[in-house]
């Protein structure tokens, strides 16, 4: 079975700085997608950014990005230019291809405040 | 884009009271639907994957006979909280896919208080 880690509970990043948000993952499926979903106070499940491992490159949404190293199995988020809306819990996610796998498994999600 | 509707967004009732919790995809045809369930600062539970016409399918530790699901068409699913108690207080969120298997689409979850 898959596992998704997220070991920071929470970060707090200035207003228009950047900040970085740790994923890892373990799993023995060669392909795959990875999602990271934010969720706001409202609590809606708002997907941010979703990756496909057997893409090399890098997915990108705006200010939103990622650093996938597949052979690490590591899946960060890079948030440029923060905003106060950014204010969240962020969730990382696994999903595989096919049977058992072929269901979201979530990280324990972090935090992330974003001061003015 | 694809939208799932939630209903209701907020229910307060009493202990013994069962609730029922719809799930509406929009403008798309949910081949299969997602049941969680998460706890305040905690991740998101499945609790249960249901596929239209057939029978759900828990995830280990879930009471099929408190949380029942139905999926009778390919736009709603719901999910009942039978003989509710304090303890099933919590967010229940749902999500949809269709034929294309990903990006799952979210409801914007309910918010059950069992007093």
């Known amino acids: 079975a898959q596992t998704v880690t997220q070991s920071q509970p929470e970060m707090s990043v200035q207003e228009a700085e950047t900040v970085t948000l740790s994923c890892t993952y373990d799993?023995?499926?060669?392909?795959?997608?990875l999602f990271w979903y934010k969720q706001p106070p409202s609590r809606q499940m708002i997907l941010v950014i979703r990756q496909e491992a057997y893409k090399q490159q890098n997915a990108t949404e705006n200010r939103f990005s990622v650093n996938f190293q597949k052979a690490a199995k590591s899946f960060s988020l890079k948030i440029s230019d923060s905003q106060l809306g950014d204010t969240a819990m962020y969730f990382c996610a696994f999903l595989g291809y096919t049977g058992a796998n072929s269901k979201l498994t979530f990280g324990k999600g972090i935090t992330l405040s974003v001061r003015p | 884009g694809a939208v799932v509707s939630q209903h209701p967004s907020r229910v307060i009732c009493k202990s013994g009271t069962s609730v029922k919790i719809e799930c509406r995809s929009l403008d798309f045809q949910a081949t299969t639907m997602f049941w969680y369930r998460q706890f305040p600062k905690q991740s998101l539970m499945l609790m249960a994957t249901s596929n239209e016409g057939s029978k759900a399918t828990y995830e280990q530790g879930v009471e099929k006979d408190k949380f029942l699901i139905n999926h009778a068409s390919l736009t709603l699913s719901t999910l009942t909280v039978t003989s509710a108690h304090p303890e099933d207080s919590s967010f229940y969120i749902c999500?949809?896919?269709?034929?294309?298997?990903?990006?799952?689409?979210f409801g914007d979850g309910t918010r059950l208080s069992i007093l």
């Open positions: 999500s949809a896919i269709d034929y294309r298997n990903q990006p799952q689409h």
């Open positions: 799993t023995s499926e060669n392909n795959y997608y």
